[in-house]
């Protein structure tokens, strides 16, 4: 665990673990995210944004008036839009 920029102990045991198992664990999640107001409204409420952040995801607008390879890289994009130019821009 990371306080003030200092690393403790146990994030070091960690550390070395995904080192011993071959996995390491990505440091941060970036969800790129294309909603209706209304679906944004309930889905992205302060709690889960707080959640995330703790577990190193971090949810970023995705514009849809600029191109899209011009906001990432994202991890993950979620999305529930609909329309043929919208399916074109996600393909």
């Not at 949810?59 to 994009?77: E, K, Y």
């Amino acid at each position: 665990m990371r306080l003030n920029g200092e690393i403790s102990h146990k994030e070091d045991e960690e550390d070395e673990e995904e080192k011993q198992s071959g996995v390491l664990q990505p440091e941060r999640l970036v969800v790129g995210y294309a909603l209706t107001s209304k679906k944004k409204k309930s889905f992205l409420q302060p709690k889960l944004e707080i959640l995330a952040r703790n577990k190193g995801i971090s949810f970023v607008a995705i514009d849809q008036n600029r191109p899209l390879s011009d906001q990432g890289p994202f991890d993950v994009v979620l999305h529930k839009l609909s329309g043929m130019e919208w399916c074109k821009i996600i393909e």
